[in-house]
């Protein structure tokens, strides 16, 4: 059985650095949106792991304290949230996954 992922990273902030620890799902879109710079991600482009992309971001910013915006996207037929980390976040180390 594979061991869950567990990410260590630093958030540097206007007040300092401080370290969290994020785990399963809510890690692997902490790396998603840290890869993806200023562009953000959608829940479109993460589909194939993260039905619940919008939840994994509501806990980094509410558990961890990080900054994500969520710019509203028209398209045909609807609009969707793409989602944009503001804190500059390194990851330390990760583990599992």
Do not use: N
Not at 11 to 35: C, K, N, Y
Not at 50 to 61: G, K
Not at 74 to 83: A, F, K, L, S
């Amino acid at each position: 059985m594979p061991r869950r992922l567990r990410i260590v990273a630093r958030v540097a902030t206007p007040a300092g650095a401080r370290d969290i620890t994020v785990t399963g799902q809510t890690a692997r879109s902490l790396v998603a949106l840290v890869e993806a710079g200023p562009k953000g991600r959608t829940a479109l482009e993460v589909s194939t792991w993260a039905l619940r992309f919008a939840a994994y971001c509501h806990d980094l910013t509410r558990k961890h304290g990080l900054t994500i915006v969520c710019h509203r996207e028209d398209h045909p037929g609807g609009w969707h949230g793409r989602h944009e980390l503001r804190d500059r976040v390194t990851i330390l180390a990760t583990e599992g996954g």
